[in-house]
C-alpha cells in the first residue's frame, strides 16, 4: 500500500493490523468529498493488501473520531444530487463493512452524522469514555443516508433507533455500552484496547474469522442457516480446522496456516 492521502493516514504495524485515521481535525473529521473519495481509495487498497490482516478506524486529534458529513457541502445539495451523495457514501460505507478481516471503530470523541454511521459499518466498535454518538440529521432538516436508519436499527432495534434519530440527541460511551452500540468502553485512547481486541482475533483460525464475519452478516437475512452451514461445512475442509482440531486433542497450542 503505498497510496499517499491528504485527508488520511494508513499505518500497518509489524502484525498486520492498518490503523487508518481520518485526518481532518480541524473540522473534526468531518467526511467532506475528498474524504470520502480517499477512504474509497484506501478501502479497495486494504481490500488487495494480502499483508493487512485486521484494520482499526480512528479520527485525529483528541475531540472527535468523525463530526458527521460535511455540513457546508451537505448546504448546496439539491434533491437529485442528494440522492446520489447518498447513494455514494451507502456504497463506500458497505465496503468497510464487506471487507472479510475484522474492522474495529475506535471511537476517540464525537462520532455524529455520518462518524455514527461510520462507526456503524464497522465490525466492532470501541468507545473513549469521553466519546459522544448520535445521528443529529432532523436538526439540519434531513434523516441519516450513509445507512445509519438500516444499522442503528439492526444495531439497537426498531424504538430505541428511531428514538435516537428522531431527537437527533447524543448518546454518551456509557448509555452506548449499555444499548450494545459500542462493544466496549476504555479510559483513554480506544485505539490500543482495539489492538488488544485484534491480536486475540488474529491467534484463532484465519478462514474460520472470514466465515465468522460472513455467517454474521446474513443473520436476519432469510438465507442466513443456510448460509452459516453451509459457511461451517466449508471450514469443516481447510487446513486450519484440521490443525485447530488436533492442535485441541494433542494438548498443545494451534498454529494456523491460513488455509
Ligand atoms: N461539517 C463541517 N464542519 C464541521 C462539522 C461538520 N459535520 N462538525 C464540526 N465542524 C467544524 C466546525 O464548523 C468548526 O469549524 P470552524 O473552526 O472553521 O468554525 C470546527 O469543525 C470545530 O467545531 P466546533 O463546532 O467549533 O466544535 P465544538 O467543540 O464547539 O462542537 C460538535 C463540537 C461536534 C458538537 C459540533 O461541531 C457539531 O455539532 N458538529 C456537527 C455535528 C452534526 O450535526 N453532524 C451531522 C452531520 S450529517
Known sequence: MNQDFETLLLATDENGICTLTVNRPEKLNALNNKVLNELNA????IKDDL????????GAGEKAFVAGADIKELSALDPVSGEKVSKRGQDIFQKIEDLTIPVIAAINGYALGGGCE??????????SNNAALGLPEVSLGLIPGYGGTQRLTRAIGKAKALECIMTGRQIKAD????????NQV???NPVEEAKAMLH???KQGPVAIKNAILAVKHSGSENGFDTEAKLFGELCGTADFKEGTSAFLEKRKPSFSGK
Open 186 to 188: 476504555v479510559e483513554g
Open 200 to 202: 486475540k482475533i488474529l
Open 42 to 45: 484506501a478501502v479497495d487498497s
Open 51 to 58: 499483508k493487512v490482516k485486521a484494520v482499526v478506524i480512528t
Open 175 to 182: 448509555e452506548a455500552f449499555e444499548i450494545g452500540l459500542v
Open 118 to 127: 461510520l462507526a456503524l459499518a464497522c465490525h466492532l466498535r470501541i468507545a
